[in-house]
């Protein structure tokens, strides 16, 4: 009952439309901003490092080097003051969290490109 209750809640808030993307992934995400009265959208793009919850609760984490200095911001992905989210490369990782590019540097955080079948010409 309680849990049927909560869902019903959660429900309304949930976002129809989803982007799709997986962990590795570059993406540009757009947030919204407000100022005083002034509303503004910032992109932050990064990797995508880390993707958990369910529902409501679902969260990822965006890592990127700004001034060789490691960012990392978590976005809720319901919000609704995450207005896109665009993936502009598709890398390839072989773990659920890339928590281990927190100890590198240069470009040793990049990962592969994942090239899907239908874009190789032959």
Do not use: W
């Amino acid at each position: 009952m309680k849990t049927e209750l909560l869902e019903a809640v959660a429900g309304k808030s949930l976002k129809k439309d989803i982007p799709y993307f997986e962990i590795g992934d570059t993406v540009d995400v757009h947030c919204r901003i407000q100022e005083g009265n002034k509303v503004r959208t910032q992109i932050f793009s990064g990797t995508v490092i880390s993707r958990k919850g369910r529902g409501i609760n679902e969260m990822f984490t965006v890592r990127r080097i700004v001034n060789n200095e490691g960012v990392e911001r978590i976005f809720p992905i319901h919000s609704p003051n995450v207005l896109d989210v665009v993936a502009t490369r598709s890398g390839k990782a072989r773990r659920a969290k890339l928590y281990f590019l927190r100890d590198r540097s240069g470009k040793a955080t990049r990962l592969p490109q994942r090239h899907s079948k239908h874009t190789i010409a032959r």
